[in-house]
């Protein structure tokens, strides 16, 4: 049986059970927010050396080169008040909860702006998410609890790289969205320094190592890769057009998996300014569904 929560119950099918408000973690259970720059989660260092290199995060907590501010302006761009929006892979909500800056955390709340924000996810913690409307865990990683032609918009941020079966993801993509509907997702590219290093890691190492790049990050939020969908040419073969518009574009953000050290950071960022497209660290990916085939 599909576990659901909502905060209302006007959604037909599946049966979603009512729910007040969504349980709030940590400082969300106290009334409060995650303030601004400095705090504990933020990881005092890392935010000097961003200021530092960046100085322009002293204006606002976020850099020039921020993927996440780059990458949901466009995702509001294209939000409308009635569209139903489906965060797939929403989890516990990590970056509501633990970003510092909350002019990304508005940025990343994407409720008000649409008509209802819906999350799943094969993880139960799905349920305590405290961003979403209403929350359903998935009975397979390749199954949605939707019925067809059900969204407008669906996020997946950071999910493209664990997807193991790049042509199940895309037709569920395709099932759940109306004619006209976006999928927004944000992924690390498989060509990118950094996936080739992932890759490169055995798999029995490769917590260690993150936890020694990025310490402020919880264990509960590292997941297994897979890198099917992360190239330009993976998602013209799962999503071919002419029944998907393609608008992708490579990004390069700041250097998160440089630690702390300064002239790490500036040696990644001096390497991927000559590097090629192609090897961009992210790929930033909008695809439109076409109208159905007559």
Not at 39 to 49: F, G, I, T, V
């Amino acid at each position: 049986m599909t576990q659901t929560k909502t905060r209302s119950a006007t959604w037909p099918e599946p049966r979603i059970e009512p729910r007040s408000e969504i349980r709030r973690e940590s400082r969300h259970e106290t009334g409060t927010e995650p303030q601004d720059e400095p705090c504990a989660l933020a990881q005092p260092p890392l935010q000097r050396l961003r200021a530092r290199l960046h100085p322009e995060s002293g204006a606002g907590g976020f850099s020039a080169i921020d993927g996440t501010v780059i990458f949901y302006v466009r995702v509001a761009a294209l939000l409308t008040p009635g569209a139903t929006v489906l965060d797939l892979g929403a989890g516990r909500g990590r970056a509501h909860l633990d970003d510092p800056v909350s002019f990304r955390r508005s940025l990343m709340d994407l409720r008000g702006r649409c008509a209802r924000v819906i999350g799943v996810d094969p993880d139960p913690a799905v349920l305590d998410n405290p961003s979403l409307d209403e929350a359903m865990v998935m009975p397979s990683p390749e199954e949605v609890p939707l019925r067809d032609a059900s969204v407008d918009l669906i996020l997946a941020d950071h999910v493209l790289e664990h997807v193991a079966d790049p042509q199940a993801f895309a037709r569920e993509c395709g099932r759940l969205l109306r004619p006209g509907g976006w999928l927004c997702a944000r992924t690390p590219n498989r060509w990118g320094l950094v996936a080739m290093a992932s890759r490169a890691i055995p798999e029995g190492v490769h917590g260690a190592v993150l936890a020694r790049a990025q310490p402020h990050r919880r264990h509960e939020d590292v997941f297994p890769t897979c890198y099917r969908l992360n190239t330009r040419g993976a998602l013209a073969r799962a999503f071919p057009a002419p029944g998907w518009g393609h608008h992708v574009h490579g990004w390069n953000s700041e250097p998160a998996y440089a630690g702390r050290s300064a002239i790490a950071w500036r040696a990644m960022q001096a390497l991927q300014a000559i590097l090629p497209p192609a090897m961009d660290a992210n790929l930033h990916v909008f695809l439109r569904r076409g109208p159905p085939r007559a």
